[in-house]
């Protein structure tokens, strides 16, 4: 499974982004697919997450209300998952990383669930 991650940018406080992480490859129309961010002062961390359907979504506590993960497949064997980024703060600064497993994580927030990873993205927020 080959994953592509984009939609990153500059962004003042309480301006929007989307994300967009498409997959490819075998099986990707089956896979649970989450987001993660990092900083140079933190470590990987749980942003959303979703299951192959769309019709089981997980939040961190300081996205939500604010995040929307939604997911989409395609007709050629992709399946698209977007992260709608409302109401941007400082602290959302980070590079975003879209991480995808076969099946459901047991631990959404973990890293070492997800067997697939994409190339970051940047978003910067600024104050």
């Known amino acids: 499974v080959q994953l592509q991650a984009s939609g990153g940018g500059l962004v003042q406080a309480g301006g929007s982004l989307r994300l967009s992480c498409t997959a490819s490859g075998r099986g990707s129309n089956l896979l649970a697919v989450a987001w993660f961010r990092q900083t140079p002062e933190k470590e990987r961390e749980f942003v959303a997450g979703?299951?192959?359907?769309?019709?089981?979504?997980?939040?961190?506590d300081s996205v939500k209300g604010r995040f929307i993960i939604s997911t989409i497949d395609t007709n050629n064997a992709k399946k698209t998952t977007y992260l709608q980024m409302n109401s941007l703060r400082p602290e959302d600064t980070g590079v975003h990383y879209c991480a995808a497993d076969q099946s459901r994580p047991a631990r959404w927030s973990e890293p070492g669930d997800y067997n697939d990873w994409g190339q970051g993205t940047q978003v910067t927020v600024s104050s």
């Open positions: 979703i299951n192959w359907s769309g019709r089981v979504t997980n939040y961190a």
